[in-house]
């Protein structure tokens, strides 16, 4: 329409410097401080991470329009989390993450037995042995979609595992969870398990139904989506690590 506003808001500064700030290192536009909604300063402990999130503000904007949305600043989003979202409502987040394993995706498997079935055994079970290995948290399984409740053992082992957790952990797990619609591979991203991998089983209901029936292209859509929120934690996660 003549005169519609573009979404997103527009671009207001020139320059984006990264400062030393109280042991960290800060974000700044035109000399101030980005600070988050609730008035944090956007600092974080990795220079590296800080660099990335310099990037990631100095190409936000740059378009004809010179509009930017949320969307544009992803590490951004998940440092939010860790510096302001997590440190006031923690044990919310242990909560609501601990929640996906009662509805987690590779425990409920397809009950006609046949090549679909064959596929979720062999890609999600390597998984739930890795839980079990790993943590000591045995996951049930089941056919079709009735719900199931996991034990209460699995349950407080992982609860006592995501409280020990750093806040930059449980970031990057808030957005590999939903995600992935899996506790269980939102836990092998920090894990170590590749992005690539993590897809795969994640959408592979999705991929043999496109085998079957043809490309969807919201389907597809969804599965990139997917790709580039797991690619931008599992970045955050490596930066993190950095100096």
Known sequence: MPGRTPAGRKRFWKQVQLVPHDGGFAVNLDGRSVRLPGKTVLCVPSRALAEALVAEWQAAGQTAEGYFTPDDLPLTGI?????????????????????????????????????LAQQQAALWDPWLTWLDKTYGATFRTTLGVMPICQSDQALQVLGTVMEGMTDGQLAVLGVAVPALGSLVLGLALLGGASVEELVACATVDERQQMAVWGQDTEVTDRIARMQMELETAARFEALMHQT
Do not use: F, H, T, W
Request: charge should be neutral.
């Open 79 to 115: 440092a939010g989390s860790m510096l302001e979202r997590i440190p006031q409502a923690r044990e919310g987040v242990v909560q609501s993450l601990l929640a996906y394993a009662n509805s987690d995706l590779i425990c409920y498997r397809d009950g006609a037995g046949g090549k």
